[in-house]
């Protein structure tokens, strides 16, 4: 009977609580730049810049609030990372170019989006033999990936190319499109890849989402991708 009631009073007056809320700014976030990659672990906090990495204790942080997608419940001290690690091994073995692909992890990994560089990253097979396609760790590169940055997967099965493609979609920095058909459009991903686009949310009103908000694309297909058109070839990595 509680739980029906108060579900009954925030249905009548959940907006009129919201709107007298302060409202959080992006300005407000320890969140990532240009220049600057911020990781929160556990133990410590992880700045990465061109000039290395920096690990800092939480008594050094500045005043600003930490996503919660950017916290990593890990304890990075303990085990720093190197360059023998089981992911450089693994990376190294499964893709073409190793120092080419881990620009590419950056660029999923930062949580900077600059109009610069609109880009969709895909994951496909280095073979035309259909015999020998799959198996090559796509998805599980893609997992390993969404334990540094928040990731939605949508399944190419269901995926709609309107403003319903990112219905489910709820502020993940990344969106993995999974197993994309023989036969994608891939033009339809211009908008959410280079400027703002419509987003339909189910039972809420379609909004324009700004560039700096919408998501970061990878997609991944066990067929080869034709990239013809030159202002799509330039967005795919």
Avoid at 148 to 157: D, L, N
Wanted: aromatic content about 10%; charged content about 25%; proline content about 4%.
């Amino acid at each position: 009977s509680i739980v029906n009631t108060l579900d009954a009073f925030m249905e009548n007056h959940g907006k009129h609580l919201l709107a007298q809320l302060d409202s959080v700014e992006r300005h407000d976030y320890l969140a990532d730049d240009e220049n600057v990659y911020r990781a929160f672990f556990k133990d410590c906090w992880v700045e990465v810049s061109g000039r290395g990495v920096s690990i800092f204790s939480y008594e050094q942080i500045p005043d600003g609030l930490i996503p919660v997608k950017k916290f990593i419940n890990f304890d990075y001290l303990q085990h720093a990372p190197s360059q023998t690690s089981l992911f450089n091994d693994f990376l190294k073995k499964a893709v073409a170019d190793y120092d080419y692909a881990l620009k590419c992890i950056a660029h999923i990994v930062h949580d900077y989006k600059s109009p610069a560089m609109p880009y969709m990253i895909g994951y496909i097979e280095g073979t035309s033999d259909q015999m020998h396609i799959g198996g090559s760790g796509k998805n599980l590169l893609t997992s390993l990936v969404s334990q540094m940055v928040g990731t939605h997967h949508i399944s190419g099965e269901t995926l709609r190319t309107d403003a319903a493609m990112l219905q489910s979609w709820n502020g993940e920095r990344v969106v993995s499109l999974d197993d994309l058909p023989k036969r994608f459009n891939f033009e339809s991903l211009k908008e959410i890849v280079t400027g703002s686009t419509v987003v339909k949310h189910l039972f809420k009103n379609m909004r324009t989402v700004p560039y700096h908000e919408l998501p970061k694309i990878t997609f991944n297909s066990n067929h080869g991708v034709p990239l013809m058109r030159g202002d799509i070839r330039r967005r795919a990595r």
